[in-house]
Nanobody
Framework: QVQLVESGGGLVQPGGSLRLSCAAS????????MRWYRQAPGKERELVAH????????IYPDSVKGRFTISRDNRKNTVYLQINSLKSDDTAVYYC?????????WGQGTQVTVSS
């Protein structure tokens, strides 16, 4: 059974940092690229980070470049998202995804709320 379980979200003050984790099981994690998305209330889901299966290729949209860092540990079947200098606009549910031509696998999401 495929599972992606995100954790690490919470309430944080503007300017703070968070490290999100996504633990994968039930598939060959090291063979998949991994992505982080976020969805704010009333907005479409947005891709915020992509990492190739071996970690050699990383892509960010301009909106988060310099503040978001994606990484992975294939020994632990886990992908991470470090978010620094958090802003209120970062408030969203963050999801990890293992993409595939059949649509891929999704986690249930973890809530990040940035507020003073």
């Amino acid at each position: 059974q495929v599972q992606l379980v995100e954790s690490g979200g919470g309430l944080v003050q503007p300017g703070g940092s968070l490290r999100l984790s996504c633990a994968a099981s039930g598939f060959t994690f090291s063979s998949y690229a991994m992505r982080w998305y976020r969805q704010a209330p009333g907005k479409e889901r947005e891709l915020v980070a992509h990492i190739s299966s071996d970690g050699s290729n990383i892509i960010y949209p301009d909106s988060v470049k310099g503040r978001f860092t994606i990484s992975r540990d294939n020994r632990k079947n886990t992908v991470y998202l470090q978010i620094n200098s958090l802003k209120s606009d970062d408030t969203a549910v963050y999801y990890c995804q293992a993409p595939s031509s059949q649509g891929g696998y999704w986690g249930q999401g973890t809530q990040v709320t940035v507020s003073s």
